[in-house]
T-cell receptor
Framework: ETGVTQSPTHLIKTRGQQVTLRCSSQSGHNTVSWYQQALGQGPQFIFQYYREEENGRGNFPPRFSGLQFPNYSSELNVNALELDDSALYLC???????????????FGEGSRLTVL | AQTVTQSQPEMSVQEAETVTLSCTYD???????LFWYKQPPSRQMILVIR??????QNATENRFSVNFQKAAKSFSLKISDSQLGDAAMYFC???????????????FGQGTTLQVKP
């Protein structure tokens, strides 16, 4: 059973650029969610995908967007990067379905984004 | 809106001793779940223990146990026989029940950094 994997592990971008982060969910998991974790803070929910559709979103602007593919893998895209976007981006997968169910969330090790 | 508060930014414990991490939350919901996650320097968030709000019995997982006080909206984590490998950042988290429209999102506290001294 493969766990949640994320790529890249580290990346550096400049302000105004665009970035794509990738996540492969744990085998059999149909729900993927993304979190932003600023240094020394708790993770903040960005959005969740179920059946290739966004079905929940946190307080993030539209320049944060995502995709979920038929194999349940997912991408997080951030356009027009700002300095405050520097953070660890965590992906989590679960068997929760649209309501999240009672399924445990399994997290990846995250992608560390630095915006200069 | 639901909130989670961890008022202890840092805690330390001697190896083999017991430590308690505090967490309070605010919600008007009756159906929800509470979690403690551990995040070591490797960054991967690992589930330590979970508690369903409808269960009165406190959850336990080996050396980890919780003190769930629903009326007080308090959810503390006790680590017994602390080990060096317990050193990490610990997050308390809340999730609405499946009857809610809030999907499966987790609401995290600010975290407590636990240091274990040999």
């Amino acid at each position: 059973e493969t766990g949640v994997t994320q790529s890249p592990t580290h990346l550096i971008k400049t302000r105004g650029q665009q970035v794509t982060l990738r996540c492969s969910s744990q085998s059999g998991h149909n729900t993927v969610s993304w979190y932003q974790q600023a240094l020394g803070q708790g993770p903040q929910f960005i959005f969740q995908y179920y059946r290739e559709e966004e079905n929940g979103r946190g307080n993030f602007p539209p320049r944060f967007s995502g995709l979920q593919f038929p194999n349940y893998s997912s991408e997080l895209n951030v356009n027009a990067l700002e300095l405050d976007d520097s953070a660890l981006y965590l992906c989590a997968s679960s068997l929760g379905g649209a309501s999240g169910g009672t399924g445990e969330l399994f997290f990846g090790e995250g992608s560390r984004l630095t915006v200069l | 809106a639901q909130t989670v508060t961890q008022s202890q930014p840092e805690m330390s414990v001697q190896e083999a001793e017991t430590v308690t991490l505090s967490c309070t939350y605010d919600t008007s919901e009756s159906d929800y779940y509470l979690f403690w996650y551990k995040q070591p320097p490797s960054r991967q968030m690992i589930l330590v223990i979970r508690q369903e709000a409808y269960k009165q019995q406190n959850a336990t997982e080996n050396r980890f146990s919780v003190n769930f006080q629903k009326a007080a909206k308090s959810f503390s984590l006790k680590i017994s026989d602390s080990q060096l490998g317990d050193a990490a950042m610990y997050f308390c988290a809340y999730r609405s029940g499946i009857t809610s429209s809030n999907t499966g999102k987790l609401i995290f506290g600010q975290g407590t950094t636990l240091q274990v001294k040999p």
